[in-house]
């Protein structure tokens, strides 16, 4: 037996020694309670066993084995070092996001120390007896409704979860009564019974890219499958899924956003059954601890839909993973650590598995696009819609003409005036975008040029008129609109640009017979509230919806036939190296929704720039990647280098830029021409604190993990003086 355990802590510290008393029984995997500074006691999970005491001090005891298995298997845990080691952070950092809080019980003392219980449920179960034909008989004849719920319980092979129940509680206790059926407990299990039902036969387009798919599964890790919006990728999934299930494999359904997984469920709940299981991190810890724990003690031929934080339960034989809009930033955690790619670490994990990974989109990201053209991955694509739908036509309508013209109202060109007009009177629907929300995103006194910011953060603070207040959007400090300048005292503010709340009121100005629903961060709070508002607009109980992003992904509208980009000019904004790749992939997106099945849509692109390249391409995703891939080559973006951003935090503004330059030099010693900065962000203080920034680019065909230790190395080197304690460093590998 080993003496010592080096047990990994849900914290930004490397693993720390414990010794293993007489007679504890720890495997590798296992969870254990220790005791951890003065007033602590964290679950920790053992990653190594040895007999070396450790260099300083004595090791405290493991207090307290919990559980009956090992919460990890050696693959989850080369799986949680390969996340630590790529995203530069540590394995605990990783335990935070990949285990339920139950589970990581912590206490003051071992006193209050709970560890989590797996439930036993109670159950309804149907005695031999109640199998008797004469009996049957004769309550079919007596007592229909008993007979009816005796039937209900035979169906699902006698026993049922009393949760699960809707039986008629009367007929159920007069059963009881007699004898026939009696009350029960097991372990709770996850029911992993799937009823196979009919999938949808494929169309010959469909077909041909299923096989081209499943050809290059043979040969290769990755296909990407890229589809036009509404050609029917989810068929090919689903026909994918069955195949993997029925050989009794693991499959993972990941999506990027928890909002987009509830349409997602319905669909294959009426395919695979009640057995799809949904993770995501909205669910309660209850509801994640009692699936991870299921899982942990369920055979494999596990279907998992969920968010990236589903990548970490616990799979035993994973065959298929399906990310779905792989090109979506949400799936990078932005923060805090580990900042992991849920796309990229996908692959990750079908690797450890030997399995296979299906990414999908209708805009593939340039990295996946790049890695087909080179041949890394397999590649199918669809180019039309499933019944032959047309695409949208894009027009992009020239604000500036508009102006001068005197044509525009509020904001609105006439263009989409027009149509907006024309689609009311057709009883047909419209969806409007844009990408800011509130009122307006800021106020200015147009006296003295006043405008409102957030003492925190170094932001302007937008308008909620709503709410009656200025919002900072980065902190979420606000205050009362105030409607004085309060500089000045002599003029009123007055709201610049706009947000959907704004949208939301010139459209009932303009239009006061449209029915309007706003869809975004203030209107959805909540899956419900998400949930109610597109329910509503698809039962068409509005002409118009408002919304910010959330209106491009994932939904189906039949009744939309109009889509208005109220301002394209902001999409194109944003100083970053993938602005027009995601103003492109977004309008590409929110054309999707527009003219589904059985009327050509049309996308009104509003712009003060008409002749941006970006909207002359649109439509031709070929020719925008290729010269946006050009463009990445030619100035050292992605995916021709990787960027690991160092951002650097602190209330100390002076010590900051002095740490910043001094890990500067360091790095440039190591790193030459690569390094760039240090340089203020564009907002340089978020609550309270000063940000300064590093750059790293590391062409692909450098080893980054050299890169990586040597980072890890300056880094460390640059903390050991301890004048820089409090700064904060922090890095982000391949940032979105
Ligand atoms: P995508 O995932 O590419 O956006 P969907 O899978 O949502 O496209 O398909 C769009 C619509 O066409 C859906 O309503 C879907 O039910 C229908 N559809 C696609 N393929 C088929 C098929 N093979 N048989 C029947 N309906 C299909
Ligand atoms: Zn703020």
């Not at 009816?148 to 049922?160: F, P, Y």
């Not at 805009?363 to 739908?389: C, D, F, I, M, Q």
């Not at 149509?419 to 009122?439: D, H, K, P, S, T």
Request: proline share 4%.
């Amino acid at each position: 037996m080993s003496r010592y355990a080096d047990i990994v802590l849900p914290l930004a510290q490397p693993a720390y020694t414990f010794a293993v008393g007489e007679g504890v029984e720890v495997c590798v995997g296992d969870a254990v309670a220790v005791q951890f500074g003065k007033n602590a006691v964290y679950t920790g999970v053992v990653w190594r066993l040895h007999d070396t005491p450790p260099a300083r001090g004595e090791a405290k005891p493991i207090l307290k084995v919990l559980y009956d298995k090992p919460l990890l298997s050696e693959l989850q845990m080369r799986f949680w070092e390969w996340i630590a080691d790529y995203y530069i952070c540590s394995v605990g950092e990783v335990m935070r996001v990949a285990l339920p809080s139950i589970i990581k019980a912590k206490a003051k003392c071992e006193a209050e120390f709970e560890p989590y219980q797996p439930k036993r449920e109670a159950t309804i179960n149907l005695v031999a007896e109640a199998f008797d034909d004469e009996v049957r008989a004769k309550m079919q004849r007596r007592a229909p409704k008993r007979y009816e719920a005796l039937c209900e319980l035979e169906k699902a092979g006698g026993v049922l979860p009393r949760y699960a129940v809707e039986l008629d509680a009367a007929a159920l206790k007069a059963l009881q009564k007699a004898g026939l059926v009696e009350m029960g407990e097991r372990d709770y299990k996850l029911d992993s019974e799937w009823s196979r039902t009919l999938l949808p036969k494929l169309s010959p387009a469909q077909s041909d890219a299923y096989d081209t798919i499943q050809r290059g599964l043979a040969e290769k890790r990755v296909a990407l499958l890229h589809g036009v919006t509404s050609s029917g990728k989810t068929e090919i999934y689903t026909h994918l899924i069955e195949e993997r299930l029925s050989k009794g494999e693991d499959v993972l359904f990941l999506v990027p956003e928890i909002s987009l997984t509830t349409q997602l469920v319905e669909r294959m709940r009426t395919l695979f059954g009640e057995s799809v299981t949904v993770y995501h991190s909205k669910l309660t810890p209850q509801q994640r601890t009692r699936l991870y724990t299921d899982m942990l003690s369920s055979e494999s031929g596990n279907f998992v839909v969920g968010a990236r934080s589903a990548l970490f339960l616990p799979f035993k034989k994973l065959g298929l993973v399906v990310v779905d809009e792989e090109h979506d930033s949400s799936y990078k955690q932005s923060e805090p650590n580990p900042r992991y790619n849920g796309r990229d670490t996908a692959i990750v994990l079908a690797t450890l598995h030997d399995a296979k990974v299906v990414l999908g989109s209708a805009t593939p990201s340039l990295e996946s696009y790049a890695n087909h053209l080179s041949g890394k991955y397999a590649y199918a694509k669809l180019t039309e819609r499933y019944g032959g739908v047309e695409m949208p036509d894009i027009i992009v309508s020239d604000t500036v003409r508009n102006v001068k013209r005197n044509e525009r109202k509020l904001h609105f060109n006439k263009e989409l005036l027009d149509g907006i007009a024309e689609r009311l009177a057709n009883n047909e629907q419209v969806i409007l975008f844009q990408n800011r929300r509130g009122y307006s995103p800021y106020m200015e006194c147009p006296s003295c040029g006043f405008s409102a910011r957030c003492p925190h953060c170094n932001v302007t603070l937008s308008a909620h008129q709503q709410r009656g207040r200025m919002v900072c959007h980065y902190c979420g400090y606000n205050e009362p609109i105030q409607r004085f300048c309060p500089n000045c005292k002599t003029s009123e503010l007055k709201p610049m640009g706009f947000g959907t709340e704004r949208v939301e009121e010139a459209i009932s100005e303009l239009f006061p017979e449209a029915r309007v629903l706003r869809l975004d961060g203030d209107t959805a709070t909540s899956g419900t509230a998400y949930n109610r508002i597109i329910g509503a607009f698809a039962r068409h109980e509005a002409d118009i919806l408002v919304g910010t992003q959330i209106v491009s992904k994932g939904l189906d509208f039949a009744g939309v036939t109009l889509i208005g980009i109220l301002n394209g000019d902001n999409l194109l904004a944003s100083p970053d190296f993938r602005a027009e790749e995601r103003a492109w992939q977004l309008i590409m997106q929110v054309a999707g929704r527009a003219g589904r099945r059985n009327k050509r849509g049309e996308v009104i692109i509003q712009t003060a720039e008409p002749q941006h390249s970006v909207y002359a391409m649109v439509g031709d995703y070929e020719q925008v990647a290729s010269k946006l891939l050009a463009e990445r080559k030619q100035f050292r973006y992605p995916p021709f280098v990787r960027i690991v951003k160092i951002l650097m935090r602190s209330n100390d503004k002076e010590n900051l830029v002095k740490s910043s330059l001094q890990l500067g030099e360091q790095l440039r010693n190591r790193f030459g021409g690569r390094v760039l900065g240090p340089v203020a962000p564009l907002i340089d203080r978020v609550r309270g604190e000063y940000r300064v920034e590093l750059m790293l680019k590391i062409e692909v065909e450098a080893s980054f993990s050299r890169a990586r230790a040597i980072l890890r190395e300056e880094i460390a080197r640059l903390r050991e003086d301890k004048t820089y304690r409090n700064i904060a460093i922090i890095c982000d590998v391949d940032i979105l």
